[in-house]
């Protein structure tokens, strides 16, 4: 009887354990995490803060009973080190668990910029359950807010971060809000649909210091401007956990390295999800690619290996699809120009619809777009299934909308 042992009961943590179980009914199964609630969604985070759900709407399994019936045992606990000759791990209590097959699903973390000033009480991050009521504590409606940095994670929480009349602003270090994400014109659009919603945004611009002044934060920015705010967000990035993987062999870059079965390059170790730097569809080239939909293949395809089943993920596709205050924008694949490759654009700043195709050859290989939601299925379509466009590229040159045309015309064929 297998015993595997899954670190990390976010999605990719709980997907690979149910998988597990339904791959080996004997196998022992143990999740462990090291958050105090249930398993839960960080992407659901949003809608608490905007009193949308509860706390337990957050939950990645609704039913009390769920894991005791799938025989998964949770374990609360943070793992502190893997001994791969003994198969063994340690937890900060100083316990040790042996394992047969392991999965390493921790996600990542919030940085801390070396800023004076970022350790104050009233600046926060946005990742965490803890997080979300740290906020909803110390914030109160109408209250002033800088959102330090305007990435993916800093766009999908704009929306709960100036409800309840609060004053946002937003400084972002990068010419650009997404920057990336989104081309200049993309990002721009963002950026005024943002200011016509009320938010300050301030691109280009670094906080360079925080200090307490009374109730309130005086935050400097590099170019001499200095603002009073009652809380400071933290949203300028996250890194992989993978410190308590140091010595034990498992090769990692900016995440853990992992093949297209999901095993690191220690024979038993697998990884999935956030914390994982997988082959990225269509380059071949290792990407963190930290979105929930991709968490949760990546864990399917680790567990069914680690039952002995092999699978294979054809690479890591890098898209995501954004809510801006309610503004819908896409990237796909390598949306940024490749070398060699020809573009198309469809542009219309009066109704914030924007649509850039990027093809390789006659082979559409990203995207971006805002607006245009009716494409996305098909721009997804045309670019993971590699689909050779023939004589409807230059169709698609001249006129980017014919999106549907082309895959109804090359795709279904294909496919
Ligand atoms: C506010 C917010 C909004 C988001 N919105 C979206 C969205 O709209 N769409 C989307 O696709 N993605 C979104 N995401 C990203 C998405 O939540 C992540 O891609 C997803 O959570 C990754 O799942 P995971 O299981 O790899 O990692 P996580 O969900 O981070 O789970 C990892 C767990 O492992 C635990 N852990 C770490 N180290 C240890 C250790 N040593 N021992 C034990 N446990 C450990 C962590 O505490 C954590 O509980 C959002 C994220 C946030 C924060």
Same mark, same amino acid.
């Given at each position: 009887? /297998? ?25 022992? %199964?143990?999740? %462990? ?6 398993? $839960?969604? #960080? ?15 957050? $939950? ?13 045992? *949770? ?13 063994? /791990?340690? *937890? ?5 668990? &042996? ?23 009233? !600046?926060?991050?946005?990742?965490? /359950? ?8 110390? %914030? ?39 920057? #990336? ?9 963002? #950026? ?17 210091? =925080? ?7 005086? !935050? ?12 400071? =967000? ?37 990884? &999935? ?17 930290? %979105? ?14 680690? &039952? ?12 995501? !699809? ?24 469809? /542009?219309?700043?009066?109704? $914030?619809? $924007? ?23 098909? *721009?997804?379509?045309? =670019? ?9 590229? &230059? ?21």
């Amino acid at each position: 009887m /297998l015993r595997h042992v899954i670190i990390g009961n976010g999605p990719a943590g709980v997907v690979a354990a149910e998988t597990l179980r339904r791959a080996d009914p004997q196998a022992e %199964i143990t999740l %462990i995490g090291d958050e105090a609630e249930p398993p $839960y969604s #960080r992407m659901a985070i949003p809608y608490l803060l905007t009193g949308k759900i509860g706390e337990a709407g957050t $939950y990645l399994r609704k039913d009390d009973g769920h894991f005791a019936r799938l025989r998964i045992t *949770l374990l609360h606990g943070r793992v502190t080190a893997i001994d791969s000759g003994r198969r063994t /791990l340690a *937890l900060a209590d100083g316990s040790v668990l &042996a394992w047969d097959r392991v999965l390493v699903a921790t996600g990542s973390h919030p940085v801390r910029p070396p800023i004076p000033g970022i350790d104050l009480p009233r !600046v926060l991050s946005c990742w965490t /359950l803890a997080d979300a009521r740290a906020i909803a504590a110390s %914030i109160a409606p109408g209250a002033r807010v800088l959102q330090m940095g305007a990435g993916f994670i800093g766009c999908i929480i704009l929306e709960s971060l100036a409800a309840q009349g609060r004053q946002l602003s937003v400084v972002e270090m990068g010419d650009r809000m997404v920057p #990336r994400m989104m081309d200049e014109v993309a990002g721009g659009m963002i #950026r005024r649909w943002c200011e016509g919603k009320g938010v300050r945004v301030r691109t280009g611009r670094r906080v360079v210091a =925080i200090v307490q002044a009374g109730d309130a934060l005086l !935050v400097s920015l590099d170019d001499g401007e200095a603002l009073e705010v009652d809380a400071l =967000i933290n949203a300028t990035g996250v890194k992989p956990n993978i410190e308590f993987l140091a010595g034990c062999g498992v090769v990692v870059d900016t995440g853990v390295l992992v093949d297209a079965a999901m095993q690191t390059s220690v024979a038993g170790i697998f990884a &999935a999800g956030d914390v994982a730097e997988a082959i990225e569809f269509g380059t071949g080239r290792r990407v963190v690619n930290a %979105i929930q939909p991709d968490a949760v293949e990546q864990a399917r395809v680790a567990a069914l290996n680690m &039952a002995g089943q092999p699978a294979t993920l054809p690479g890591t596709f890098v898209f995501n !699809v954004l809510d801006t205050l309610g503004l819908i924008s896409a990237s796909f694949g390598q949306w940024h120009d490749a070398a060699g490759c020809e573009t198309a654009h469809l /542009l219309d700043e009066a109704r $914030y619809r $924007y649509l850039r195709l990027v093809f390789n050859g006659d082979r559409l290989v990203g995207a971006n777009s805002i607006g245009h939601t009716e494409h996305l299925g098909v *721009l997804r379509g045309l =670019i993971q299934g590699r689909v050779r466009l023939g004589e409807w590229q &230059a169709r698609l040159l001249a006129n980017p909308t014919l999106l549907s045309e082309a895959y109804l015309a090359r795709g279904l064929a294909a496919a």
